[in-house]
């Protein structure tokens, strides 16, 4: 199993931009497919943006389309996400998440085998 550590998270202003990073250690890297969920203050997770094993494919919830860029580097065994026009309600917790599957129904809900400890973005107005 891999393990994950966030980092890239911090405070920023609206319409500003941050890269988050996600490091993993352990199994191969490359075997899992990766993403992002969030969550805000008194709010449940959610989920952000996944991409698949070889970064080949990616999914968006439609709140980040277009503003947010997820990606890859098998290399370096680390997930990106980069978030651009960034907006007040994207104040959350960002967790990164690894699965060997990409069933939507596991990545929709949650359930996940591997989470970091998520790492803090703040945006303000």
């Known amino acids: 199993q891999v393990q994950l550590v966030e980092s890239g998270g911090g405070l920023v202003q609206a319409g500003g931009s941050l890269r988050l990073s996600c490091t993993a250690s352990?199994?191969?890297?490359?075997?899992?497919?990766m993403g992002w969920f969030r969550q805000a203050p008194g709010k449940e997770r959610e989920f952000v943006a996944r991409?698949?094993?070889?970064?080949?494919?990616?999914y968006y919830t439609d709140s980040v389309k277009g503003r947010f860029t997820i990606s890859r580097d098998n290399a370096k065994a680390t997930v990106y996400l980069q978030m651009n026009s960034l907006k007040p309600e994207d104040t959350a917790v960002y967790y990164c998440?690894?699965?060997?599957?990409?069933?939507?129904?596991?990545?929709?809900?949650?359930?996940?085998?591997?989470w970091g400890q998520g790492t803090l973005v703040t945006v303000s107005s």
């Open positions: 998440a690894a699965d060997p599957s990409l069933r939507p129904g596991n990545w929709y809900r949650g359930y996940l085998e591997v």
């Open positions: 352990g199994r191969t890297f490359s075997s899992y497919a």
């Open positions: 991409i698949s094993w070889s970064g080949g494919s990616t």
